[in-house]
């Protein structure tokens, strides 16, 4: 299969700290591919040694089939965790000056812009200084600085971060349209439920290591269908403790249950009928979150309701 993007062995040191050991994946082109991992997982330090920001320490980094980035960083768009742009500058011609940095003529990038900017509600500023515009819009502003010129790779790191569930949407649709278009996409989030809606396969990185990796669907046949989702009216606290139980995510009136090895859907589901009133009882493969916490460990209760593990 033809790549995008490949790594061997990458491995990078700051000081005593190992941030990335011997990270290897392919992403193959056409594919939206997540990179997913907790917090100081090596997720970032990843990605700026992807875009040559940083250099690793050992192993080898394949970009579009070539190993050197000189005639192929147009082909390249990158949204950084840290934004970066022009504060001062009016956001029009701060994206024509881009557009023409990435080798578009003047009248291009600002037509181009133009059209970003009502792609994504965001025409009527125009003519505003960066420095008045919302935080979500000028990751907006971001994303069209990176989308320019439909690069045929888009490295977006943490690209919903801060934003609105309504922008999250339309950010989930515009990178769908770009990959639709051909462009390869890699992402970095901490969102679990975004990353299964949106990834055709992913890399869940751990202490600076890659512990899973492959196509999603491969994934979640891998760890069988062995989780139950349960929509009820009751007090669910019990499920916790049920026989069978590996673990139980019980939040409100809903809850996703991981089974024991072994363990009876049906014995639950009777034991369920008697306290509780059932809406819902599914047996299901298990969700990304689920098998984000049996290969990490533990996460703060915070993260259990939201599936958020941090940058």
Same mark, same amino acid.
């Given at each position: 299969?033809?790549?995008?993007?490949?790594?061997?062995?990458?491995?990078?040191?700051?000081?005593?700290?190992?941030?990335?050991?011997?990270?290897?994946?392919?992403?193959?082109?056409?594919?939206?591919?997540?990179?997913?991992?907790?917090?100081?997982?090596?997720?970032?330090?990843?990605?700026?040694?992807?875009?040559?920001?940083?250099?690793?320490?050992?192993?080898?980094?394949?970009?579009?089939?070539?190993?050197?980035?000189?005639?192929?960083?147009?082909?390249?768009?990158?949204?950084?965790?840290?934004?970066?742009?022009?504060?001062?500058? !009016?956001?029009?011609?701060?994206? #024509? &000056?881009? *557009?023409?940095?990435?080798?578009? /003529?003047?009248?291009?990038?600002? +037509?181009? @812009?133009?059209?970003?900017?009502?792609?994504?509600?965001?025409?009527?500023?125009?003519?505003?200084?960066?420095?008045?515009?919302?935080?979500?819009?000028?990751?907006?502003?971001?994303?069209?600085?990176?989308?320019?010129?439909?690069?045929?790779?888009?490295?977006?790191?943490?690209?919903?971060?801060?934003?609105?569930?309504?922008?999250?949407?339309?950010?989930?649709?515009?990178?769908?349209?770009?990959?639709?278009?051909?462009?390869?996409?890699?992402?970095?989030?901490?969102?679990?439920?975004?990353?299964?809606?949106?990834?055709?396969?992913?890399?869940?990185?751990?202490?600076?290591?890659?512990?899973?990796?492959?196509?999603?669907?491969?994934?979640?046949?891998?760890?069988? !269908?062995?989780?139950?989702?349960? #929509? &009820?009216? *009751?007090?669910?606290?019990?499920? /916790?403790?049920?026989?069978?139980? +590996?673990? @139980?995510?019980?939040?409100?009136?809903?809850?996703?249950?991981?089974?024991?090895?072994?363990?009876?859907?049906?014995?639950?589901?009777?034991?369920?009928?008697?306290?509780?009133?059932?809406?819902?009882?599914?047996?299901?493969?298990?969700?990304?979150?689920?098998?984000?916490?049996?290969?990490?460990?533990?996460?703060?209760?915070?993260?259990?309701?939201?599936?958020?593990?941090?940058?």
């Amino acid at each position: 299969m033809d790549m995008a993007l490949s790594l061997r062995d990458l491995k990078k040191s700051f000081g005593d700290f190992q941030a990335v050991d011997g990270v290897s994946l392919d992403v193959p082109r056409g594919h939206i591919f997540g990179l997913i991992g907790p917090n100081g997982a090596g997720k970032t330090t990843t990605i700026r040694m992807i875009m040559d920001i940083i250099r690793p320490d050992s192993g080898e980094i394949t970009l579009l089939g070539q190993s050197a980035r000189e005639g192929i960083r147009h082909k390249i768009g990158y949204l950084p965790e840290e934004r970066g742009l022009y504060r001062k500058m !009016k956001v029009i011609e701060m994206l #024509e &000056f881009l *557009g023409s940095i990435k080798g578009a /003529s003047p009248a291009d990038a600002r +037509a181009s @812009a133009g059209t970003w900017m009502e792609r994504l509600s965001i025409g009527d500023w125009r003519d505003k200084k960066v420095e008045e515009l919302s935080k979500g819009m000028q990751q907006k502003i971001q994303f069209i600085v990176a989308a320019m010129g439909e690069p045929e790779l888009l490295i977006l790191d943490e690209p919903f971060s801060g934003m609105d569930p309504v922008n999250q949407d339309l950010f989930k649709d515009v990178i769908l349209e770009q990959n639709r278009k051909g462009a390869t996409i890699l992402f970095s989030t901490h969102q679990m439920d975004t990353a299964e809606r949106l990834c055709r396969a992913i890399a869940l990185i751990n202490k600076g290591a890659v512990v899973l990796s492959g196509a999603l669907s491969e994934l979640k046949n891998r760890f069988g !269908k062995s989780s139950v989702v349960i #929509e &009820f009216e *009751g007090d669910g606290s019990f499920l /916790s403790t049920s026989p069978g139980v +590996a673990r @139980a995510d019980v939040s409100g009136e809903y809850a996703e249950v991981r089974l024991a090895p072994g363990a009876d859907a049906q014995a639950l589901l009777r034991a369920s009928v008697d306290r509780l009133k059932i809406r819902r009882f599914e047996v299901v493969a298990p969700t990304l979150h689920n098998i984000f916490i049996e290969q990490v460990g533990s996460a703060p209760e915070s993260a259990r309701r939201t599936g958020d593990y941090g940058a």
